[in-house]
């Protein structure tokens, strides 16, 4: 069955970096694009962007360009998020999902904390 | 960016209604709208993709049609697992949206 494990909780201080990692097994980890979506307590989704493994091309919301980072290890089939210059904005439970066009499967999330 | 605009916020209602839930875009988005069920502390659940079809698993009293701009979410008979908060999304072009969520709870 398809499923992506991320890795967990992280607090960072204003500034920092966080890296976010997705782990995919149950289907072909290349043949499907890699999304990022947060979610702020009790707020909305938020898409961040994608990334297809195969080539490893990216695409960003505009609000996220020059802060986001998205890569992968296809040797793993890891997917990885990196957000910097942290503000307490960024606090929220980030998802790894599947496919650009369904998001048909999600992680579980993991949660960033933002604070000094 | 596509602005995603559902209605109502919330609504209440009782094991075995009828419910609809409406999501509007502010442009047309084709058929491309997908609909996502949320519980407290669990990562979305997909219902509908493209406008109409049944994610696998999915019961069939979820149903979903639209087009253009104007789109549905039906549940034909409430159950109990079903209270939960739903989301619409387009996946016409970038940066896809979601909708604020519609939370449907027991009356």
């Known amino acids: 069955q398809v499923q992506l494990v991320q890795s967990g909780a992280e607090v960072k201080k204003p500034g920092a970096s966080v890296k976010v990692s997705c782990k995919a097994s149950?289907?072909?980890?290349?043949?499907?694009?890699i999304n990022w979506v947060r979610q702020a307590t009790g707020q909305g989704l938020e898409w961040m962007g994608y990334?297809?493994?195969?080539?490893?091309?990216?695409g960003f919301a505009q609000k996220f360009q020059g802060r986001v980072t998205m890569t992968r290890d296809t040797s793993t089939n890891t997917a990885y998020l990196e957000l910097s210059s942290l503000r307490s904005e960024d606090t929220a439970v980030y998802y790894c999902?599947?496919?650009?066009?369904?998001?048909?499967?999600w992680g579980q999330g993991t949660l960033v904390t933002v604070s000094s | 960016d596509i602005q995603m605009t559902q209605s109502p916020s919330s609504l209440s209602a009782s094991v075995g209604d009828r419910v609809t839930i409406t999501c509007r875009a502010s442009?047309?988005?084709?058929?491309?709208l997908n609909w996502f069920q949320q519980k407290p502390g669990k990562p979305p659940k997909l219902l509908i993709y493209t406008t109409s079809n049944l994610q696998s698993g999915v019961p069939s009293r979820f149903s979903g049609r639209g087009s253009g701009t104007d789109f549905t979410l039906t549940i034909s008979s409430l159950q109990p697992e079903d209270f939960a908060t739903y989301f619409c999304?387009?996946?016409?072009?970038?940066?896809?949206?979601f909708g604020h969520g519609t939370k449907v709870e027991i009356k």
């Open positions: 999304q387009q996946s016409y072009n970038s940066p896809l949206t």
């Open positions: 149950g289907y072909t980890f290349t043949s499907y694009d």
């Open positions: 442009q047309s988005i084709s058929k491309y």
């Open positions: 990334m297809n493994p195969n080539s490893g091309n990216t």
């Open positions: 999902v599947r496919d650009y066009t369904r998001l048909d499967f």
